[in-house]
Each structure stands twice: as structure tokens, then as C-alpha cells.
Nanobody
Framework: QVQLVESGGGLVETGGSLRLSCAASGNIFSINAMGWFRQAPGKQRELVAVVTSGGSTNYADSVKGRFTLSRSNAKNTVSLQMNSLKPEDTAVYYC??????????????WGQGTQVTVSS
């Protein structure tokens, strides 16, 4: 019913930058919140950044000041600009969206994940 398509990611050296993008499509009435989570090997999935439909943005303490999340409500997209990357940012990054469908049912959707690797 809803697909999240991610792009970006890859390999970068410490201090470098990457940009992740995510586009939602399907039977979307509205998106309550959209953002990014990440999961490093052997660790639990954790919130990186999320933005609500009202524009309120929350960041993990570990990325504040380095990552910036932007959203286009009209296009149902979010982008995560990641600067000053550190080896500890290495993880699989997942796009997430809390979507209200055209049926008015609400569901939580995930992208397939994109690898970000920061070399030291």
C-alpha cells in the first residue's frame, strides 16, 4: 500500500558528508511523522531524526549539530544531510514513516535500509 524508497548512503572517510533521501508513495492520505533510524551490528535500532507533519524535528543527541533533517510535505520526502561523520555513525539507516492511508487507517512503514560506512 505504501512504499518507502531510499537513496544515498555509501562509504565515506571520517569528517566527510553524505545525504540520504527517502520518498514515500502509495495510498497516502497524510504522513504524521517521517524520519530515519539506524542499526549498527550487534546493536538495537535507534532513532536518528524524525520530523512531524507540523514541522517539529527531534534528533538523537549523538547527531545534534551534525545531521539535518528536511521534509517536503508536498512530495512526501525526507532528506538527511549528514556532516562531520564519525566511525560510530556506521550503520544501516532505515527510513520510517507513520502514514495515514486513504482508508484513514494508520500504519508504520519502513524502507529497505541503506548502508552508511565511515572509515577511520
Amino acid at each position: 500500500q505504501v512504499q518507502l524508497v531510499e537513496s544515498g548512503g555509501g562509504l565515506v572517510e571520517t569528517g566527510g558528508s553524505l545525504r540520504l533521501s527517502c520518498a514515500a508513495s502509495g495510498n497516502i492520505f497524510s504522513i504524521n511523522a517521517m524520519g530515519w533510524f539506524r542499526q549498527a551490528p550487534g546493536k538495537q535500532r535507534e532513532l536518528v531524526a524524525v520530523v512531524t507533519s507540523g514541522g517539529s524535528t527531534n534528533y538523537a543527541d549523538s547527531v545534534k549539530g551534525r545531521f539535518t533533517l528536511s521534509r517536503s510535505n508536498a512530495k512526501n520526502t525526507v532528506s538527511l544531510q549528514m556532516n562531520s561523520l564519525k566511525p560510530e555513525d556506521t550503520a544501516v539507516y532505515y527510513c520510517n514513516a507513520v502514514v495515514v492511508l486513504t482508508t484513514l487507517a494508520k500504519y508504520d512503514y519502513w524502507g529497505q535500509g541503506t548502508q552508511v560506512t565511515v572509515s577511520s
